[in-house]
C-alpha cells in the first residue's frame, strides 16, 4: 500500500512543518477524488488546539467543513490530513490514533531541532486501535 504525493506538495508541507516549529502544523491532503490514492494538492490550516501546540493539533471542524466544500466544487477530494511532530517520531500519537478518521491517509513530518526530517503516513483501522503504514512515494507532475 503507498500513497503518491507529488514533489512541489511534498516540499510544500515539509516547509510548513519547519515555518510552525516549535509548534505542531496541520493540512489538509488533497486528491483528484477518484479513489486514487495521490495527493495533488494540500491546504495549510489552522493549528486550533486550545493548549500547547508542541504536541497536539486540532482542526477546527468548521474550517474543515468549509474547505471539503471548496475542494468538493472543484471535482476533488480531501484524501488526508498532514501534520508535524516537532522533536517526535512520524508516527501516530496514541491521541492522534483515538482522533482519526479511518478513510483518511495521515502524513507526519518529523521535526528534529527545527528541521523536517522523515516523512512516513499512516491509515489507521476502522475501529481506530491499530494503523498501517503507507509508503510516501514522491512523484513529479508528469507521473
Not at 21 to 34: A, K, Q, S, V
Not at 43 to 63: C, F, Q, S, W
Not at 79 to 106: N, Q
Not at 132 to 143: D, F, G, L, T
Amino acid at each position: 500500500m503507498s500513497i503518491k504525493i507529488l514533489k512541489n506538495v511534498f516540499d510544500q508541507i515539509r516547509a510548513n512543518a519547519e515555518e510552525t516549529y516549535p509548534e505542531e502544523c496541520c493540512g489538509l491532503l488533497i486528491g483528484p477524488g477518484d479513489g486514487e490514492k495521490k495527493v495533488i494538492d494540500s491546504v495549510k490550516m489552522t493549528n486550533a488546539y486550545a493548549g500547547p501546540k508542541n504536541d497536539r493539533y486540532h482542526i477546527n471542524p468548521l474550517e474543515l467543513f468549509k474547505e471539503d466544500r471548496g475542494v468538493a466544487e472543484k471535482g476533488l477530494a480531501i484524501t488526508g490530513i498532514y501534520h508535524s511532530h516537532p522533536d517526535y517520531p512520524a508516527k501516530l500519537s496514541a491521541y492522534d490514533l483515538e482522533h482519526s478518521f479511518p478513510w483518511y491517509s495521515y502524513i507526519i513530518v518529523s521535526v528534529p531541532n527545527g528541521k523536517a526530517g522523515e516523512v512516513r503516513s499512516w491509515v489507521p483501522d476502522d475501529e481506530r486501535t491499530t494503523t498501517s503504514e503507507e509508503k510516501v512515494e514522491v512523484i513529479s507532475e508528469a507521473s
